[in-house]
């Protein structure tokens, strides 16, 4: 049975393959190739003009926050010039020196990883036994970072990248990325709640609830497709246990386009360019 619009998991409660288990069939641009080349050479990554921490940061050397400590510090030279304000921006050409090392642009780097459990995302914490980025160990040169953030036992679709902008607008509320989270429950789960869950519950972060949601198998009602947008942390677990119910496995296998196909858990892959333009064009809901 279908809740609310129109589910990612089908009428029957069956997962719909092209939508949820067939990425082949997904992230067709809605833009000719034409298009395509009009938009690179409108907006060529947005490097004219980038802001001198940014550029730190691109270079592989240190977070931005970093950087500005660095700029304070007047250990960064522009052109010859030390720069200690907030906000410079380079230009196309400028030379930018940090301890007399000239900086140079990382290249942009896209990784595609099936997250296990009892891995976490965080890239900060010394005391961490297992990070996502133990598992890319020596995938490139260049310092990725996760976008987004799953728990410690959620699996599935993590994307890892250095493209600020991209990161920034898979993650940021107002982009609305759509999500899709296969979820296990410790006990079946009537249609009414399932009903709860998309018209939405209270939750102990605030009211939130599902684009769709429904049954993954008729014969198996403890499990469910979850379909939001919303950027809430822990958003899936809390409407769930607003209604009494408790998460015991949680899996994103949809995510602003991704899935994990071929992947299996704990792998990771380059994303494609196709894919690459896709993120840039904002062509996937």
């Not at 809605?30 to 060529?44: A, C, I, M, V």
């Not at 961490?128 to 598992?135: E, G, I, P, S, Y």
């Not at 704990?266 to 896709?278: A, D, H, Q, S």
Request: proline residues 4%; glycine residues 8%.
């Amino acid at each position: 049975m279908e809740i609310k619009k129109k589910s990612s998991f089908g009428r029957t409660g069956n997962p719909r393959p092209s939508k949820l288990y067939r990425p082949d069939k997904l992230g067709k641009s809605p833009y000719s190739k034409k298009k395509q080349l009009e938009y690179k050479k409108t907006n060529p990554d947005k490097e004219e003009r980038t802001r001198l921490n940014k550029y730190i940061a691109n270079a592989g050397i240190c977070s931005r926050r970093e950087a500005d400590e660095y700029i304070r510090a007047g250990l960064v030279r522009v052109n010859g010039v030390v720069i200690t304000g907030m906000g410079y921006k380079v230009s196309p050409g400028d030379e930018v020196r940090f301890h007399d090392n000239i900086l140079k642009q990382e290249k942009k780097v896209y990784i595609l990883l099936n997250k296990p459990k009892d891995y976490i995302t965080t890239t900060d914490d010394p005391h961490a036994k297992q990070t996502v980025m133990d598992l890319i160990k020596g995938a490139c040169r260049e310092r990725v970072y996760p976008v987004g953030r799953l728990d410690r036992n959620t699996t599935g679709v993590l994307l890892l990248t250095n493209d600020g902008e991209i990161a920034k607008k898979l993650t940021h509320p107002k982009y609305n990325k759509k999500k899709i989270y296969h979820v296990f429950l410790d006990k079946n789960i009537s249609m009414s709640d399932l009903l709860k869950i998309a018209d939405g519950v209270d939750t102990e972060a605030g009211f939130a609830n599902a684009d769709n949601a429904s049954y993954v198998d008729e014969s198996d009602k403890k499990q469910v497709g979850v379909e939001i947008h919303t950027g809430q942390n822990h958003v899936v677990k809390l409407m769930f246990e607003a209604i009494g119910y408790k998460v015991t496995k949680l899996d994103r296998v949809y995510f602003a386009g991704l899935t994990k196909k071929s992947l299996q858990r704990g792998e990771w892959r380059f994303l494609t360019e196709k894919e690459i333009n896709m993120l840039r064009l904002g062509a996937y809901s």
